[in-house]
């Protein structure tokens, strides 16, 4: 009969694109597996806190365990990425974790669990352009726990923010900046500031020529 529900501990059909095991290959591998692979975690959840919630799973009494975690890091910046490998030692205790901890929330993240076929030097690193997880390089969405906008979109502002600065690099500093264009602006004020202040001279000078024409305009009123 069907399963009508899809049993949790399962693995899904995703295969490592730099794998060349064949798939039927991959599948006997994975029923025998201890490796988990953990996706959808904060870049600040610690190794700390993946121990104490992976090792409810561990049973210890009969010899199994948390063997390692492995963190997944930033290519470039060494810093976690999202994501880490969990290795137990027994492949019973691999499937209580898809089983009662995928689907779960870890730091207020709903985190993936899928069998994996082990862990080799050079994986805990992203695949990213950027350095991160390939999901994280197209990402549209703001997600505060996965470094904020995706890789692309901050290179997009990025460069818009450069094409601003470039656009308005001849703006001085200080209070007085003005903009480029402001040369004429500063030569007007120049200008006013260069002229001469009235003095009581000025005064005397502006009467006489009033008086001067006061005169004229009653020599026109007797023609």
């Known amino acids: 009969m069907a399963h009508v529900v899809q049993p949790l501990d399962q693995p899904s ?29 904060s870049f600040y ?43 137990y030692y027994t492949h019973a205790e691999a499937l209580a974790s898809m089983k009662y901890v995928s689907g779960t929330k870890l730091d207020e993240r709903i985190i993936r669990c899928d069998l994996d076929l082990g862990y080799k030097e050079g994986r805990q690193f992203g695949r990213g352009k950027s350095g991160g997880q390939v999901r994280d390089e197209h990402r549209q969405d703001y ?20 094409e601003v600065e470039e656009r308005y690099a001849d703006a001085q500093e200080g209070p007085g900046a003005v903009a480029g264009g402001g ?32 005169r004229d305009d009653m020599e026109v009123e007797r023609m």
């Open 45 to 87: 959840t610690t190794e700390e806190q993946i121990y104490e919630l992976f090792t409810k799973c561990a049973s210890p009494e009969d010899g199994g365990g948390i063997k390692r975690i492995i963190m997944g890091l930033d290519r470039n910046t060494r810093t976690p990425c999202g994501f880490c490998f969990v290795e």
């Open 183 to 214: 040369g004429d602006w500063k030569e007007t004020e120049t200008a006013v500031s260069r002229k001469r202040g009235r003095s009581p001279d000025d005064e005397g000078d502006n009467a006489r020529m009033g008086h001067h024409r006061s």
């Open 143 to 162: 997600d505060p726990g996965r470094g904020g906008w995706g890789a692309q979109a901050q290179r997009l502002e990025a460069e818009r923010r450069r």
């Open 13 to 41: 059909n995703y295969k490592d694109s730099q794998s060349r095991v064949e798939r039927a290959k991959q599948n006997d591998l994975l029923s025998k597996s201890t490796t988990l692979y953990i996706g959808n975690l």
